[in-house]
């Protein structure tokens, strides 16, 4: 049967086999900057054998031909064939994804039940975007060797090179980074050396060495920190002036008793000081794994300090009338590192930059509070200069906060009677949410930090004001009172405009995660784009991202209590139940609803998902170097009413990159 142009048939449908999903789409599960977090995946593999205790040394040697090796003396990859797949479980765990011995984390005797690997990509990353990779395994009396080329395919099958000593294990991999699909194909040791310093840190019973290559001589530099992060911490801090010795800690939850929220062999290790000056220092890590931008867990840690501290300062009528103490001031100051253990963590990303799991706030501030409260009150007068510190930033934050209010008195514009104001007066900290419609707002209003979040809800979809003047905007309502509520004039990006009347450090567009909410959010973007460019260039304006799907987890036995999960969109939704399925939960025991809008929410929820600071998820506003010029032309083409032609051929030509969801 002929074909017709057009016709959308089962031959159509592309399937991603084995690494080609890697190769299709590298961003998604690497740094396309350099192949760095590709050689740190086969680093935290190593790390792993560690901390499961079997490694007792880590080394890698980056040579002068760009390639680099990672060599551990653990039990080695095994080499035996897998039931299933009938090739040796090595070739597996390179070219399989979602493959290796780290999900089953409820079985206590699993091999890794602690580990940073969570989907089974990690060296499956490596092998995809190298030209070449070698797997050298040490175990049950032998050297075998399975060798890669050409992004993963497999150029010498695995085989026994030779006999060594029944105690010989371990495991070494070297790879040829492929320079297409890097912005630059060399590894910066620098960023390397800082990781295995760490890594030396977190686990004091592995030496860690870095080798470079210069001139077919290997310089070697070695970390190995006996003292785990009191010595590591000592170090770091050694050029500030604290005002008190560090507080360190390590807890973990011993028996299922002790916790019902939480698994045993989860729980903390911390170390935190406070100095008046000088830049602080601040890591982070989750089962080894270095989370730079922090998430849940550092949250937690905020919370269970600043409570502490908070208790401490009552305690010992340490306060000023009138002078309320933030969290902001306890954690301004404070320097810390901060290494977390977790069953099932959730990152952001395949990087892995960012805890989101929503149990780590709670996790933390458990582990951390009673025994920081504790500390305290032992070493008083370490106690009293910590709390000290404390107030005297909030003091300088409410002069500040004042000088800012004295300032707007003598040209305050009269607020919009739809807002909900916030008590507080400090504008670095107070925050605007622009909310679709009342129902929403309702539910908002309940749902938010009254002390320094407010609320403003929108009738209906906003104007798009991509074309309109800047002395017409105020003739909408909607638009006249999203200005007054900032407390900015519509102004062009090169005016010199004052923003020192800004009233809120961050501006919140929350609307529905549905397509009407995704129309809402570009007419607000195009307001703020073409009218107020200065927010955007501060980084003042985020999108806020409420969940689509809520899963309702039953019981699954003592120490598993039911459990309320949140997913963003289909994508999340799938991965929650694939882990779901992993953890051992029967599939179909677990229900999916689906929100309709905001409205439908409990205010709990709304907090909980979307308004709180330590457990919500927003994405900054930004635009990128250089990209001015491109992204108005987009904005043109998109909201100018005459670009309707020009419109219609980019849906034609990229409608199909776009997953909307109209169900």
Same mark, same amino acid.
């Given at each position: 049967?002929?074909?017709?142009?057009?016709?959308?048939?089962?031959?159509? +449908?592309?399937?991603?086999?084995?690494?080609?999903?890697?190769?299709?789409?590298?961003?998604?599960?690497?740094?396309?900057?350099?192949?760095?977090?590709?050689?740190?995946?086969?680093?935290?593999?190593?790390?792993?054998?560690?901390?499961?205790?079997?490694?007792?040394?880590?080394?890698?040697?980056?040579?002068?031909?760009?390639?680099?090796?990672?060599?551990?003396?653990?039990?080695?990859?095994?080499?035996?064939?897998?039931?299933?797949?009938? @090739?040796?479980?090595?070739?597996? +765990?390179?070219?399989?994804?979602?493959?290796?011995?780290?999900?089953?984390?409820?079985?206590?005797?699993?091999?890794?039940?602690?580990? &940073?690997?969570?989907?089974?990509?990690?060296?499956?990353?490596?092998?995809?975007?190298?030209?070449?990779?070698? $797997?050298?395994?040490?175990?049950?009396?032998?050297?075998?060797?399975? $060798?890669?080329?050409?992004?993963?395919?497999?150029?010498?099958?695995?085989?026994?090179?030779?006999? +060594?000593?029944?105690?010989?294990?371990?495991?070494?991999?070297?790879?040829?980074?492929?320079?297409?699909?890097?912005?630059?194909?060399?590894?910066?040791?620098?960023?390397?050396?800082?990781?295995?310093?760490?890594?030396?840190?977190?686990?004091?019973?592995?030496?860690?060495?870095?080798?470079?290559?210069?001139?077919?001589?290997?310089?070697?530099?070695?970390?190995?920190?006996?003292?785990?992060?009191?010595?590591?911490?000592?170090?770091?801090?050694?050029?500030?002036?604290?005002?008190?010795?560090?507080?360190?800690?390590?807890?973990?939850?011993?028996?299922?008793?002790?916790?019902?929220?939480?698994?045993?062999?989860?729980?903390?290790?911390?170390?935190?000081?406070?100095?008046?000056?000088?830049?602080?220092?601040?890591? /982070?890590? $989750?089962?080894?794994?270095?989370?730079?931008?922090?998430?849940?867990?550092?949250?937690?840690?905020?919370?269970?300090?600043?409570?502490? +501290?908070?208790?401490?300062?009552?305690?010992?009528?340490?306060?000023?009338?009138?002078?309320?103490?933030?969290?902001?001031?306890?954690?301004?100051?404070?320097?810390?590192?901060?290494?977390?253990?977790?069953?099932?963590?959730?990152?952001?990303?395949?990087?892995?930059?960012?805890?989101? /799991?929503?149990?780590? $706030?709670?996790?933390?501030?458990?582990?951390?509070?009673?025994?920081?409260?504790?500390?305290?009150?032992?070493?008083?007068?370490?106690?009293?200069? @910590?709390?000290?510190?404390?107030?005297?930033?909030?003091?300088?934050?409410?002069?500040?906060?004042?000088?800012?209010?004295?300032?707007?008195?003598?040209?305050?514009?009269?607020?919009?009677?739809?807002?909900?104001?916030?008590?507080?007066?400090?504008?670095?900290?107070?925050?605007?949410?622009?909310?679709?419609?009342?129902?929403?707002?309702?539910?908002?209003?309940?749902?938010?930090?009254?002390?320094?979040?407010?609320?403003?809800?929108?009738?209906?979809?906003?104007?798009?004001?991509?074309?309109?003047?800047?002395?017409?905007?105020? /003739?909408?309502?909607?638009?006249?009172?999203?200005?007054?509520?900032?407390?900015?004039?519509?102004?062009?990006?090169?005016?010199?405009?004052?923003?020192?009347?800004?009233?809120?450090?961050?501006?919140?567009?929350?609307?529905?995660?549905?397509?009407?909410?995704?129309?809402?959010?570009?007419?607000?973007?195009?307001?703020?784009?073409?009218?107020?460019?200065?927010?955007?260039?501060? &980084?003042?304006?985020?999108?806020?991202?409420?969940?689509?799907?809520?899963?309702?987890?039953?019981?699954?036995?003592?120490?598993?209590?039911?459990?309320?999960?949140?997913?963003?969109?289909?994508?999340?939704?799938?991965?929650?139940?694939?882990?779901?399925?992993?953890?051992?939960?029967?599939?179909?025991?677990?229900?999916?609803?689906?929100?309709?809008?905001?409205?439908?929410?409990?205010?709990?929820?709304?907090?909980?998902?979307?308004?709180?600071?330590?457990?919500?998820?927003?994405?900054?506003?930004?635009?990128?170097?250089?990209?001015?010029? /491109?992204?108005?032309?987009?904005?043109?083409?998109?909201?100018?009413?005459?670009?309707?032609?020009?419109?219609?051929?980019?849906?034609?030509?990229?409608?199909?990159?776009?997953?909307?969801?109209?169900?």
């Amino acid at each position: 049967m002929a074909r017709k142009a057009g016709d959308y048939r089962a031959e159509d +449908i592309e399937i991603l086999e084995d690494l080609s999903p890697i190769l299709h789409r590298p961003g998604m599960y690497t740094d396309p900057v350099n192949p760095n977090h590709a050689l740190v995946e086969a680093i935290d593999n190593a790390s792993d054998e560690g901390l499961a205790g079997f490694a007792k040394s880590v080394s890698v040697v980056l040579y002068e031909d760009g390639s680099a090796a990672v060599e551990d003396d653990g039990r080695g990859i095994p080499v035996d064939l897998h039931p299933k797949k009938k @090739i040796p479980a090595v070739q597996v +765990i390179f070219t399989t994804l979602h493959s290796g011995g780290k999900f089953r984390k409820t079985d206590k005797d699993a091999v890794y039940r602690i580990a &940073g690997g969570l989907h089974g990509v990690g060296v499956c990353v490596t092998n995809a975007l190298a030209k070449r990779l070698e $797997v050298e395994v040490k175990r049950d009396g032998a050297l075998y060797r399975l $060798v890669f080329a050409d992004n993963g395919k497999v150029k010498d099958p695995l085989k026994k090179v030779r006999n +060594i000593g029944p105690r010989e294990t371990g495991t070494r991999v070297r790879f040829w980074p492929d320079a297409k699909y890097f912005d630059s194909p060399n590894i910066v040791p620098q960023d390397i050396a800082i990781l295995m310093r760490a890594k030396a840190m977190l686990l004091p019973g592995v030496r860690f060495t870095l080798g470079v290559e210069k001139k077919g001589k290997i310089e070697t530099t070695t970390w190995h920190f006996p003292d785990g992060i009191r010595g590591y911490f000592g170090e770091a801090m050694s050029a500030r002036d604290a005002v008190a010795e560090p507080f360190l800690g390590e807890r973990y939850i011993d028996a299922q008793s002790e916790s019902d929220s939480f698994a045993e062999g989860e729980g903390a290790l911390w170390a935190i000081a406070w100095a008046p000056d000088g830049e602080v220092v601040a890591e /982070s890590y $989750v089962n080894m794994i270095p989370t730079r931008h922090g998430g849940t867990h550092v949250s937690g840690l905020r919370e269970g300090a600043y409570n502490a +501290i908070k208790s401490f300062i009552d305690h010992h009528a340490m306060g000023q009338r009138g002078l309320k103490i933030v969290p902001e001031d306890v954690w301004s100051r404070a320097s810390y590192v901060l290494a977390v253990k977790m069953l099932d963590p959730q990152f952001k990303g395949q990087v892995k930059n960012e805890l989101i /799991s929503r149990d780590g $706030v709670k996790l933390i501030a458990q582990m951390v509070r009673d025994p920081f409260e504790l500390w305290l009150n032992q070493h008083v007068e370490e106690g009293k200069r @910590i709390a000290e510190l404390v107030i005297s930033q909030a003091l300088a934050r409410t002069r500040a906060a004042q000088k800012v209010e004295r300032r707007k008195i003598s040209g305050v514009a009269v607020l919009p009677g739809k807002l909900t104001d916030c008590a507080s007066d400090d504008p670095e900290r107070n925050e605007l949410f622009i909310v679709e419609g009342d129902s929403a707002g309702g539910s908002a209003k309940q749902a938010r930090d009254k002390e320094f979040q407010a609320i403003l809800p929108l009738k209906g979809k906003p104007k798009n004001t991509w074309q309109d003047s800047p002395e017409s905007l105020y /003739s909408n309502k909607e638009i006249e009172a999203i200005a007054l509520a900032i407390g900015v004039e519509p102004h062009k990006l090169g005016d010199a405009t004052d923003l020192g009347g800004l009233r809120y450090r961050k501006i919140v567009i929350l609307a529905d995660a549905d397509v009407d909410g995704s129309h809402i959010q570009v007419l607000l973007l195009t307001l703020f784009f073409q009218h107020f460019p200065k927010l955007i260039e501060q &980084g003042n304006v985020f999108i806020a991202q409420p969940p689509l799907f809520r899963i309702d987890v039953p019981s699954q036995g003592k120490g598993k209590p039911a459990r309320k999960l949140y997913a963003l969109d289909k994508q999340e939704l799938a991965a929650m139940e694939e882990k779901l399925a992993d953890e051992g939960v029967r599939e179909g025991a677990w229900t999916v609803s689906r929100f309709k809008g905001l409205g439908e929410m409990s205010p709990e929820q709304l907090w909980e998902t979307t308004l709180n600071p330590d457990t919500r998820r927003m994405l900054p506003v930004r635009v990128e170097d250089g990209m001015l010029d /491109s992204d108005r032309d987009v904005f043109n083409m998109m909201m100018a009413r005459e670009n309707s032609q020009a419109r219609r051929e980019w849906m034609e030509t990229f409608g199909n990159l776009v997953d909307a969801d109209i169900s």
